[in-house]
Structure formats: structure tokens, C-alpha cells
């Protein structure tokens, strides 16, 4: 859906046999809200919304989840001082957070209550193109081993979250090439961003990239950011906006 691969997990610690049924129907809602979304944002499909706005169609803002996403690109657009454009070309274009707002609707509607409702299912997870939304039943010892790609050698990683609920995005060069403007610093090859939600994790990993190293510390910071940076040369761990304390959260 999207364009992207999407992955639904659940995590439990014996065999169940209602686990494929629970499998088929949580997929089946998952895709049907994707559908709804991909309606809504594609910026391929000329009878989608997004399309009809860019051609001037205004009464488009009338619809709750297009309303929603316009105003939050705004303010991610103020948050990260502008490097997070919700623009391309002159035209209104939210695919930059589309997919993490997305992920997070859906695992906060959907998932997160299905999780609550079966105790025996340990964990659950959504995964879209590599960034997900992810959670473990409170007093499970199980945590979630997120890798994270060296983005000079995809088959090998540069470091491993282990975590129990929040969410990971990850944006980088190496596999979509320069897709990001960023035209004064090009030593980041790839951020990532560890967060309660993916909405802004993948907002921030974006934004990291158009700031490039120097201007995303500054960020980082002011915004209490927690993940990774890879430049050519080094990686750049942060935790709750310090540098130095981010190897607490890495193995």
C-alpha cells in the first residue's frame, strides 16, 4: 500500500491457533484503513484529495483526516524552523509524514486496543517501509530488537534498540538517493529517530537530513531528541537531546 511494504507482527510466547485468524483480521482492517488513507494523500492517484486541493478544490479541507494533516504539517513546518517542508514544487505535498501519521493512527486505534484486549498476545507491531509503531504488554520481560542499517553496507547494521514501546523512523540517501534538499551540508547520510509516536519520529528523522549535522545538533537539543545520526565518518548516538548519554539506550 502506498508504494511501500507494510508488516504486521504479533509477538507471543507459545503457539496459539488463533493466532493466524487474529493475523487475517487485524491485516484486513489495516489494509482497508490504508486504502482509505492512500484515497485520501497519494500524490500518483488524480482522483485522490490531495490532487483536487493542488487543482484549487478547497471544500477538500471539509474532510477530518486531510484537515488534521495540513494543520500538523504547519506545525511541524514551524517546529523544525522551516527544514521540514511540507511543500514541493509550489504544491501542498504532506508525503514527508503521510506514512508515519498513518502508522500511528492506526496502531493507536486498532492495534494498541487489540494488544490490550488479548493477554496472550505479548507484542504487536506495524512496520511501514522500515519505520514502525510498536508494543509490549506491561509486565512482559520481551523487548523489541530494532535494527538499525549501516547505510555504507545495507546487509550489516550500525546498532540495535532494545525496546518496549514507542516507535522508530529512520530516513537516509542510500537506498532513495538525494531525495531530501539539503543544499549546505551533505556529511549526514541517515538519522533516526527514537519516539513515543511515528508521526513526529519520522517528522524529525526528515528534518534531520534537510538540516544536515551542525543545524540538527542545534534541534536535537532545543527538542529533547532521542536516536542516531551516520555521517561518512562517524556515528553520532543522542539521548533526550545529550550526545553523551545516548550509549545507555544502544547494544
Known amino acids: 500500500m502506498m508504494n511501500i511494504p507494510f508488516t504486521l507482527t504479533l509477538v507471543c510466547e507459545e503457539r496459539i491457533s488463533a493466532a493466524n485468524h487474529w493475523i487475517d483480521y487485524l491485516m484486513a482492517q489495516v489494509q482497508q484503513e490504508l486504502q482509505v488513507i492512500d484515497h485520501i494523500f497519494s500524490p500518483f492517484k488524480q482522483d485522490s484529495l490531495l490532487k ?44 514527508g509524514l503521510v506514512k508515519g501519521w498513518a502508522i500511528e493512527k492506526i496502531f493507536n486505534n486498532l492495534l494498541s486496543p487489540f494488544l490490550t484486549s488479548h493477554p496472550q498476545v505479548t507484542g504487536i507491531s506495524l512496520n511501514g517501509g522500515g519505520d514502525l509503531q510498536f508494543a509490549t504488554q506491561p509486565e512482559s520481560s520481551f523487548d523489541w530488537e530494532i535494527g538499525i542499517e549501516n547505510p555504507k553496507q545495507l546487509h550489516s547494521l550500525s546498532a540495535v534498540y532494545k525496546l518496549k514501546n514507542g516507535a522508530a523512523a529512520t530516513s537516509g540517501f542510500s537506498k532513495r538517493g538525494q531525495h531530501i534538499s539539503n543544499l549546505t551540508d551533505h556529511s549526514l547520510l541517515q538519522a533516526t529517530i527514537i519516539s513515543e509516536g511515528l508521526t513526529w519520529a519520522d517528522i524529525w528523522a526528515t528534518t534531520a537530513l534537510a538540516a544536515g549535522q551542525q543545524k540538527f545538533i542545534n534541534l536535537l537539543t532545543e527538542h529533547q531528541l532521542t536516536g542516531l545520526m551516520i555521517t561518512s565518518k562517524t556515528i553520532i548516538p543522542f539521548s533526550e537531546g545529550r550526545l553523551a548519554d545516548a550509549e545507555k539506550n544502544t547494544i
Do not use: C, W
Not at 483526516?65 to 513546518?77: E, N
Open 52 to 95: 483536487k486541493y493542488q487543482a484549487g478544490d478547497l471544500q477538500i479541507m471539509q474532510n477530518a483526516s486531510f484537515h488534521t494533516v495540513f494543520d500538523l504539517a504547519k506545525r511541524a513546518a514551524k517546529t523544525t524552523t522551516g527544514f521540514f517542508d511540507p511543500y514541493y514544487a509550489s504544491e501542498f505535498n504532506p508525503t
